[in-house]
């Protein structure tokens, strides 16, 4: 397991633009001064220079690219009650660039990020996220009872707007106060590893700007979250400041929507659980087959079927050519175990149907028709599309035409020179154009004419077979060129198929038992069955000879995608998948490093689909959003975080308000009123008796908390679920012996060997082997672990060799008596050795000695009780095989925030 974080955000209060966006005026004066007097007149004062120039930066329209992620997602429905929504935008620098007309300072954000409940707004009445296109003129002058912002300057009042209208009072009921905004916006500095979204969107390491919202969503329905400007609106954000009765105009630059449904909410917590719940107990509990049904049977047959249903197969319906109706055997391209490679001559072609891909298992008289299928189905598929069909019999047909006309050429040495992709009377201008050809034409014109031989015809020779041809460099070069230019979309075309686009469900999981609802299942990629569905799609209109003979050219063209195959992957039926229309799956490798993600895609709304370029060793299912979210916990009050140490960010295991003090309260005491009887939701955290300042008493001695200290205290790390292997392995790194009154003289020597003739014998020898255990999980998901040596007596057997702690301060060829690390009083494991010459394995459970060196190096000395002539030989890490290890066996963890990676 990697010991750096995948995920480390750094929070800032916000970035201070050098200028903001505006219209500024240069002046250059001169003055003529002597000894600090003005001698130039104020009449007849040297000329002046001015000029202006204007910062723009987003006001009316936000480009999308500026928007980096939402939370709650869009679309989704979920329980929101406890959540703050937010908006993540790539460009840090966006909320702090304009400058709201009238403030001291440019710190306030001129965004905001407003929070409708359905029925709140007149342009979104079912709280969609919906808005007007006005233009901006409207925007300004929206009419009478209408109040628009007061902006200034010179504006195009044409150019459109995405608007809101809303009453005056839900707007003064929901925007946030003048001294509300500054903490309702920050700054973050991502560093993660790069990682693929299910919207193609890649998380790299960059700067971010955060705007929440101060309304939670608690009453259950729709909502929709809108960033709006508030630039002109400064002055009149209080109660009090407009018409009651009138109308609110604002320009709205984002907008999406969500639905809080607290009673038929997911329970994700639990729904993740369930999913990962089969590989607790059964390593094989995530692999992608059909389990067998009833009692196990001795006989060969029912040993065979099962054999085959825990390789993936399935049976399918199967009609021979006789007529016979029975079944097959079928395995997709997704399988449990590593599949077998297959002989590269059944992999060669073209071929025109599928019978090369059948094979048959003549001890049992089936078929299995997995790779016949699949080249079936890629045919069918290539079929399908108009498009691709016309270019593959294009680029045949021209290629046909084109190894024609070498061949023919091929007979006339004079003629074979011939360059067929040059333009026709190329050669003959470029005759012409040759140095000297012009004086030597004159030259032969004013010579007088002289009868000579008749010209000797040149020798013709045996056209050339297709195969001497293609091994002809400059027919070879011609032909991959014509390839080339005549397929320009198929090797685009190819690497999607290969990717599984277009692939029905069935071919994929050919039994829906095998991912029935609210499972997981990973698997391996069958390289051989995606060869054939490529094949399959790149055989079409292969029907002649030629069409044979000239199909490694083809071939050649299609191999120089340089496109790395899919090597595993993941599938998850689950209502999660539905519920988190975007979430985060983090595949890496046991070094920490991540896995490529090659295609990511929602086969039906709640089943993904996950392909990656390589094995991983470790998945993380995250809960959706940019890393974190803002909110409270279930019990409706905020889990305090360090703000100063060294473990800044971090849970300090204390909560606001204190439950520990009697009617303290929650956070829903710092809400305010509400409106008409309704529940009140948005937070107060102005003022003396505002949340901000009671938070910041809990928090800090003295003084408020910053913007980027209020976020940090808000945020709610998102869910994660690890998937790990059931078991790992670690090799010996380092190994010798110490010889009592002996200096520096084995190193790695095998084999390693373990006597005890007493405290001042020559012969008292202990053995030091050394582990890297800094990648492995916390202590608290080692469920056993298992020191492994093979090891067998010399001289006398039956004794026990004892395992002991002792130091990491060794080295293999440097380890003398004198200077070894003492050992634990106490042994921690033991094993007994049997007969002489009976090599085994022998195991010590170390598990508790591992559990408290997790994350770093572990030393284990092997020794033995004094006396008995007993003398253990043990295989060192130099050892040809069977080298000393440990196995240790990882418990699933459980759910938990995943603040710690």
């Known amino acids: ?99 709201l007309r009238g403030r001291l300072a440019a710190k306030e954000p001129w965004l905001a990020l407003l929070v409708f409940a359905a029925g709140e707004l007149d342009d979104d009445p079912d709280a969609q996220g919906e808005f007007t296109i006005r233009p901006i003129s409207e925007l300004r002058e929206p009419g009478a009872g209408i109040n628009g912002p007061e902006l200034s300057g010179t504006i195009d009042g044409s150019n459109p707007c995405r608007t809101i209208d809303l009453p005056v009072a839900v707007f003064h009921a929901i925007v946030a106060r003048q001294d509300e905004l500054f903490h309702l916006a920050h700054m973050r500095d991502v560093h993660t590893a790069p990682q693929r979204r299910d ?57 999406w929507s969500f639905t809080n449904d607290p009673v038929g909410s997911l329970d994700p917590a639990g729904l993740l659980r369930n999913l990962v719940r089969p590989g607790y107990t059964d390593p094989e509990g995530l692999g992608l087959r059909l389990a067998p049904v009833g009692e196990p049977s001795a006989t060969p047959e029912t040993e065979h079927a099962r054999t085959r249903l825990h390789r993936g197969c399935t049976a399918v319906a199967y009609r021979t050519l006789a007529g016979e109706d029975t079944y097959a055997w079928y395995r997709g391209p997704f399988t449990p175990l590593t599949a077998p490679e297959l002989p590269v001559e059944a992999t060669k072609g073209p071929h025109t149907t599928a019978d090369h891909a059948l094979i048959y298992d003549s001890e049992y008289g089936l078929f299995d028709v997995s790779y016949a299928a699949a080249w079936t189905l890629g045919r069918a598929i290539a079929l399908a599309d108009p498009d691709y069909s016309s270019e593959v019999v294009q680029a045949r047909r021209e290629l046909a035409n084109r190894a024609a006309a070498l061949l023919a050429l091929s007979a006339d040495p004079a003629r074979a020179m011939t360059d067929l992709d040059e333009p026709a009377g190329t050669a003959a201008l470029r005759k012409l154009a040759a140095p000297g050809f012009g004086r030597g034409l004159v030259e032969a ?44 979309t198929m090797p685009d075309w190819l690497e999607r198929l290969g990717l599984l686009n277009g692939v029905p469900f069935a071919h994929l999981v050919p039994d829906p038992r095998m991912l029935p609802p609210e499972s997981l299942r990973a698997f391996r990629i069958d390289p051989a069955w995606i060869q054939a569905l490529v094949a399959g799609a790149a055989d079409v209109a292969a029907h002649t000879t030629l069409d044979h003979d000239l199909h490694p050219v083809l071939t050649e063209r299609l191999s120089r995608t340089g496109s790395a195959p899919p090597v595993a992957g993941l599938l998850m039926n689950s209502e999660l998948v539905r519920a988190w ?121 003295s003084g408020d908390l910053s913007p980027g200290q209020f976020a940090l205290e808000l945020v709610n790390a998102p869910l994660e679920q690890l998937l790990l292997p059931p078991t790992v392995r670690r090799d010996c790194v380092a190994g010798t012996i110490a010889q009592y009154g002996q200096g520096a003289a084995f190193g790695a020597a095998d084999p390693l060997m373990v006597e005890n003739e007493g405290p001042t014998s020559t012969t008292t020898r202990i053995a030091y082997l050394r582990f890297d255990t800094t990648q492995l999980p916390p202590p608290e998901q080692i469920g056993k672990a298992l020191l492994r040596v093979y090891a067998a007596a010399q001289d006398a057997g039956d004794f026990d060799l004892k395992a002991y702690a002792t130091g990491n301060d060794w080295g293999e060829s440097t380890l003398a008596w004198a200077d070894r690390p003492a050992l634990s009083a106490d042994p921690v494991a033991g094993a007994h050795v049997g007969a002489v010459d009976a ?46 290890h440990l196995s240790i066996t990882i418990t699933q963890p459980t759910l938990d925030s995943g603040e710690e990676r």
């Not at 591992?850 to 020794?863: I, K, N, P, T």
């Open 1 to 99: 397991m990697p010991t750096r974080p995948d995920l480390n955000v750094s929070f800032y209060d916000h970035l201070d633009p050098k200028v903001t966006a505006d219209v500024y005026t240069i002046t250059v004066e001169h003055l003529l001064t002597k000894d600090g007097v003005r001698i130039d007149t104020e009449a007849d004062p040297l000329p002046k220079a001015s000029d202006s120039y204007e910062i723009r930066a987003a006001q009316f329209v936000l480009d999308p690219s500026s928007v980096h992620a939402v939370f709650p997602p869009p679309g989704a429905a979920g329980l929101y009650t406890h959540v703050l929504p937010h908006i993540t935008l790539s460009r840090a620098i966006l909320p702090w660039e304009r400058q």
């Open 199 to 255: 919207n193609g969107e890649i998380l790299t390491e960059g700067e971010y700007a955060v705007l929440a919202a101060n309304r939670f969503p608690r009453t259950p329905g729709s909502y929709a979250v809108h960033l709006v400007s508030l630039e002109g609106w400064l002055g009149r954000l209080a109660p009090g400041t407009l018409p009651a009765n009138e109308k609110v105009r604002l320009c709205s630059l984002w907008s």
């Open 839 to 884: 090599w085994a394995w022998l195991e010590f459970d170390i598990t508790a000695l591992l559990r408290r060196h997790s994350g770093d190096e572990l030393s284990v000395a092997l020794g033995k009780d004094q006396g008995g002539n007993g003398i253990a030989r043990i295989a060192s890490r130099g050892a040809a095989d069977n080298r000393p």
């Open 581 to 701: 229309p975007v979430f985060d799956i983090l595949a890496t490798t046991a070094d920490g490093e991540p896995v490529g993600e090659l295609r990511r895609d929602h086969l039906a709304p709640d089943v993904l689909l996950v392909l990656w370029d390589a094995v991983p060793d470790q998945i993380a299912i995250r809960e959706p959003g940019q890393g974190i979210h803002f909110g409270i916990n279930s019990e409706e009050r905020i889990s305090l975080r360090h703000l100063t140490g060294n473990r800044v960010g971090y849970p300090t295991d204390t909560e606001f308000p204190d439950p520990g003090v009697p009617g303290s309260g929650t956070v829903f005491d710092y809400l305010r009123p509400g409106r008409g009887g309704a529940l009140p939701d948005v937070l107060d955290l102005g003022g003396s008796g505002g949340l901000l300042r009671a938070l910041s008493a809990a928090c800090l001695p």
């Open 445 to 488: 014109l004013r010579a007088p004419t002289v009868q000579g031989p008749p010209p000797v015809r040149a020798a013709r020779r045996n056209r050339l077979e297709p195969s001497a041809l293609l091994a002809e460099p400059r027919a070879h070069s011609s032909l991959l060129k014509l390839a080339q230019d005549t397929t320009p």
